[in-house]
C-alpha cells in the first residue's frame, strides 16, 4: 500500500491563480481531511469528509474548496490564492469517522503564493 | 469548540535523559494521537491512544480521558528524537481532530 500520496511537493502561485492539491489513498478509508501548517504552529482542519459525496468544513475553510466524488481521492481547490495561504498542506484518511479512527498524514505540500 | 493545550512548549534535553510531554484537553474527546514531526516535516504516528496506558520501545504514553490529560514519555532520548510532538483530540460529536501546538523537542549530543 502507497498510503497517503499527495502531490505536488512544492508549488509556487501568483496572487490570484487557482490551483488544486491532489490527495489520495489506497487504504479504502472513509474519513479524510486537509489541514494547513503554518511556520512555528500545529494543524488546523481546513475540510473534512466522511464518505464519498460528503464533506463539510472545518476551522479555517475560507478560500479553499473541496469535493469527494470516490472515496479514493480528495482534492483540495484553491479558487483565487493569497498571500496568506502560503503554508504546508496535510492531507490525512482515517478507517472510520467513529471510534477506531487512528490518522495517517500523506508527506505535505508546501505552498507558497507570491 | 474544544481546546488542546501542550506543555512545555520548548525542551532541550542531553542525550540519554528522560522526558514528560503534556497534552491537556478542554472536552471529552473519543480518541486521541500523538505524533513527532520530524525535521523534514513529516507526520510520525506514534500512538493512537483514546485511554490508558501504551509502550513502543523507549516511548510510551497515558491518557487519562476522565481528567482530560494525556502524557507521552521518552526515555533514554537520542539525537534522532528532535523534533516537534504534537497531540491531536477527536470528538466524534465534531467530526474533528484538533490539535495542540505542539513541544519543540532538541536533543544534544
Known amino acids: 500500500n502507497a498510503g497517503v500520496t499527495q502531490t505536488p511537493k512544492f508549488q509556487v502561485l501568483k496572487t490570484g491563480q487557482s490551483m488544486t492539491l491532489q490527495c489520495a489513498q489506497d487504504m479504502n478509508h472513509e474519513y479524510m481531511s486537509w489541514y494547513r501548517q503554518d511556520p512555528g504552529m500545529g494543524l488546523r482542519l481546513i475540510h473534512y469528509s466522511v464518505g464519498a459525496g460528503i464533506t463539510d468544513q472545518g476551522e479555517v475553510p475560507n478560500g479553499y474548496n473541496v469535493s469527494r466524488s470516490t472515496t479514493e481521492d480528495f482534492p483540495l481547490r484553491l479558487l483565487s490564492a493569497a498571500p496568506s495561504q502560503t503554508s504546508v498542506y496535510f492531507c490525512?484518511?482515517?478507517?472510520?469517522?467513529?471510534?477506531?479512527?487512528?490518522?495517517?498524514f500523506g508527506p505535505g505540500t508546501r505552498l507558497t503564493v507570491l | 469548540g474544544i481546546q488542546v493545550e501542550q506543555s512545555p512548549p520548548d525542551l532541550i534535553l542531553q542525550e540519554g535523559a528522560n522526558s514528560t510531554l503534556r497534552c491537556n484537553f478542554s472536552d471529552s474527546v473519543n480518541n486521541l494521537q500523538w505524533f513527532h514531526q520530524n525535521p523534514w516535516g513529516q507526520l510520525i504516528n506514534l500512538f493512537y491512544i483514546p485511554s490508558g496506558t501504551k509502550q513502543n520501545g523507549r516511548l510510551s504514553a497515558t491518557t487519562v480521558a476522565t481528567e482530560r490529560y494525556s502524557l507521552l514519555y521518552i526515555s533514554s532520548s537520542q539525537t534522532t528524537d528532535s523534533g516537534v510532538y504534537f497531540c491531536a483530540a477527536f470528538t466524534s460529536g465534531t467530526y474533528k481532530y484538533i490539535f495542540g501546538t505542539g513541544t519543540r523537542l532538541k536533543v544534544l549530543a
Open positions: 490525512a484518511s482515517s478507517r472510520t469517522s467513529g471510534p477506531n479512527n487512528e490518522q495517517f
